[in-house]
């Protein structure tokens, strides 16, 4: 199978965006042959690959260096202070073994000569949106993943920009370098996994760019549990079915997966092959409906977490209902210890407003984060909203539930809300289900 080749350049460079000529003859170029630099882009795909994601490298590390140029040669810690782990490693300190999440008195060791610094989140926070609004005037289709990384959707915008949206990320990488002092590294793909696969080939500084026949090849010799979503106790099914390495996966019949793992058969046996058709949706701002908090000190244990969701989908849930509005897709929100957000999403066939259901569905992707990690906040959403009440009546169960939970709603409002205390702030998890 091949890739047609779409029409434009594939060779430009980085520096001064020139076009560079391919031809047989010139193959062997290292460097621009306007400006000189070695910073060429080469890619077979280039003109046709659209879906970006951006990566700042050592974001906190590197807005430090940046504001005090006597560390920029030097091995830099972000971390310390009472939550006692690495937040963020600059790459010099990266050499001694220092990593992200990593207790402070192990980096310590590990690179006893580090400067440390504490967190400074606030300043993060500024520079990130500095970073966010120059992505916005590429596109609108800009989706945060976190305080210093997105994807950006460039379909379509060749016309606007006169340039093939590979260049026209070239540019923004040059230009963040030049206006905010910063480095980013650009992953250019034709969907949002692979992306973000390719932002991770060339860092720092980096621009990569991967083609879905490159990604199979690359993909097949990488463990299954490479593939997001898929964490340890996933790994294990999948590595006891005799999937251990993704080119397994690419080798299996479509519903021979679907029917031995039926909620991600389909999902796993697709992004194996380089497969995703998750869109970039723009910061959905207030279209969201949630609930978060920041816990005392961080938990990784799910019995507490778990406690802890069900009061938050609650919470959801009744703002949901207070505004007459359900949604279809529910969202699990995660902040580690080290600042790591992972968000988790899943839509449903119809949408609901339901604590109850809310939880189930938002429990069940807990229980995949929870492999130790210790989490320092939690929130439970909901999106894709719609206007209405009167839903969650569409099988019986659903309509079970919504009528036992509409019950205890109007309880509450007679009697207040410490009236009626339900699911498991007071039973369990058992009963909550029911
Ligand atoms: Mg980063």
Not at 379 to 384: F, L, N, R, T
Not at 390 to 396: I, L, S
Not at 404 to 418: N, T, W, Y
């Amino acid at each position: 199978m091949s890739v047609p080749e779409p029409a434009g350049p594939r060779c430009f460079c980085r520096d001064c965006l020139a076009d560079l000529d391919m031809g047989v003859q010139n193959l062997g170029v290292r460097r621009c042959t306007a400006c000189g630099s070695p910073r060429l882009v080469r890619h077979r795909s280039l003109a046709g690959l659209t879906i970006a994601h951006i990566d700042c490298d050592a974001f906190y590390a590197t807005v430090e260096k940046r504001d005090n140029p006597d560390i920029a040669d030097k091995p830099v810690i972000i971390g310390g202070g009472k939550r006692g782990v690495v937040s963020a490693a600059c790459y010099i300190a990266r050499t001694y073994g220092v990593r992200s999440a990593m207790p402070m008195f192990k980096a310590l060791e590990a690179c006893p000569h580090a400067t440390v610094i504490r967190p400074d989140m606030a300043k993060y926070v500024r520079v990130g949106r500095e970073v966010r609004q120059a992505m916005q005037a590429l596109t609108p289709l800009v989706e945060p993943l976190s305080i210093d990384e997105a994807f950006l959707d460039l379909s379509g915008t060749e016309r606007v920009h006169g340039m093939i949206p590979a260049k026209v990320l070239a540019r923004f990488a040059r230009d963040v370098e030049r206006d905010i002092g910063i480095t980013v590294s650009v992953g250019l793909s034709c969907n949002k996994f692979l992306a973000k696969i390719a932002s991770d080939l060339d860092k720092p500084r980096g621009f990569a760019a991967l083609d879905q026949e490159e990604a199979r090849l690359m993909l097949a010799e990488k463990p299954v549990g490479f593939i997001f979503g898929v964490g340890p106790a996933t790994q294990e099914r999948l590595v006891q079915r005799g999937f251990r390495i993704i080119a397994d996966l690419q080798k299996a019949d479509e519903i021979e997966m679907m029917r031995q793992f039926p909620s991600e058969g389909r999902r796993l046996w697709r992004l194996a092959r380089g497969i995703d058709d998750r869109r970039v949706e723009p910061d959905r701002g207030a279209k969201t409906i949630s609930s978060e908090t920041t816990f005392e000190t961080d938990i990784r244990d799910f019995a507490t977490l778990e406690k802890i969701l069900w009061r938050l989908c609650e919470k959801t849930s009744s703002r949901l209902k207070s505004s007459e509005l359900a949604g279809s897709t529910v969202t699990l929100k995660l902040k580690t210890a080290d600042f790591r957000q992972r968000t988790r999403s899943q839509s449903i066939a119809a949408p609901t407003q339901l604590a109850a259901k809310i939880f189930s569905i938002c429990r069940e992707m807990l229980a995949k984060e929870i492999d130790g990690t210790a989490f320092r906040l939690m929130g439970a959403g909901v999106s894709a909203l719609r206007e209405g009440s009167a839903v969650d009546d569409t099988d019986m169960l659903d309509r079970r539930a919504a009528h036992a939970e509409r019950a205890v709603d109007s309880l509450r409002k007679k009697f207040g809300s410490a009236a009626v205390i339900r699911g498991i702030a007071y039973e369990g998890p058992e009963k909550a289900q029911e």
